[in-house]
């Protein structure tokens, strides 16, 4: 009986702030192989990765926002293609959703890094795939709570991984907001 009402007042909530799970038409997730190599220090010490350079692109006549999370935007990504390769996970001190504004044109590029397991053997043709769980932004969200854990998966295009690097690869990400796009998603780190 708890579990029916919760569930009755989370929907109630769910229509009353009017988020909806599925996506605005014309997200795109373009994504590649930003660099590879090793975590020098800290959880994932000693342990091989990947930095994915992931592209989230606005590619309608309209402008859309979009709901993530200002430190675990981490969780808000998807890997397909292999269970051996997860998203890096950070202490969050200050942690809110915020709205990705995109314009036509317009995207985010997300540096997600990601680690491999220490028992299986680095694969240089291995391929995978990201999404990006869209949902739409509605004023009033309070707290990660309020993003709703059913948003609609955006898949990117395959990535294969390539030769393991000799970087030295940092255990969080980083965010840009590349502003207008002309064509494609491109752009560099600011």
Known sequence: MKIQILSALFLGLFLVLGIRADPPQGVQVVAGVERTGVYPDGYYAGMRGVVVRAVVQNVSTQEIGLSYMTCSWYDMWSIRGSNDISCVTWDCLGNFPAKMKLGPGQCFVFYIPMVMRNDVVWNPGAAISIAFRCVEWRQGLASECEIPD???????????????????????????AAGQIEGRAEGGRK
Do not use: F, K, P
Not at 150 to 172: C, P
């Open 150 to 176: 059913a948003g609609t998966n955006v898949w990117s295009n395959e990535i294969v991984l390539g030769m393991l690097g000799s970087h030295v690869l940092r255990a969080y990400g980083d965010i840009e």
